[in-house]
């Protein structure tokens, strides 16, 4: 990367378990970060970041 400005993209899964009428549910979440970096005094750092959720799954989990 060359100058103080840069663009990120990276994705993640998030698990999210929660418990609704005495069920337990698990939501998958598949998320797409874009970040906006900027440089300064040597470190990148995040100036903005774009979230997207891309997929969301949820279902009752099986013991």
Known sequence: M???TA???HYCRAA???EEN???YITDNYIR???TLVKEEGTWK???R???FVIVE???MKA
């Open 2 to 4: 060359e100058g103080s």
């Open 16 to 18: 999210l378990i929660t």
């Open 50 to 52: 774009d979230q997207y």
């Open 58 to 60: 949820k279902r009752e």
């Open 22 to 24: 005495g069920k337990t």
């Open 46 to 48: 995040i100036s903005i």
């Open 33 to 35: 970060y874009v970040d």
């Open 7 to 9: 663009t990120d993209t």
